[in-house]
């Protein structure tokens, strides 16, 4: 893929969000293996959306994302700190319902 057109689509998925109302329904495949992703994966831009818009929706938490994707909380937070503008964002959305920023594991 374009690289141009993958960083297009994390701006993306990192900047629009569409909050899931009903978090514990939510289950997606994850997209990477044994709790790892790499930022160059065609899939990740859709995987940031996805989990962002959950994390949105638990009001900052990310343990939902976690069990959405299957993964644990910690993997989830690996991955979140794998990308900065990931992780900038989830700190937002945590600061802004009045949560503690997460710190890198």
Do not use: C, W
Not at 18 to 34: A, L, M, Q, R
Not at 64 to 90: I, N, Q, W
Request: glycine content about 6%; cysteine-free; aromatic content about 8%.
């Amino acid at each position: 893929m374009n690289l141009a057109l993958h960083r297009l689509k994390t701006k993306i998925a990192v900047e629009v969000r569409y909050p899931y109302e009903t978090v514990e329904e939510v289950k997606f495949k994850f997209p990477g293996t044994k709790g790892r992703l790499s930022t160059t994966n065609k899939a990740f831009p859709l995987f940031v959306a996805q989990t962002l818009d959950i994390i949105a929706g638990a009001k900052g938490q990310v343990k939902p994302a976690a069990d959405a994707f299957g993964v644990t909380s910690s993997a989830m937070v690996r991955l979140l700190f794998s990308e900065k503008s990931v992780v900038t964002s989830v700190q937002k959305i945590r600061e802004a319902n009045g949560l503690r920023p997460l710190k890198s594991r």
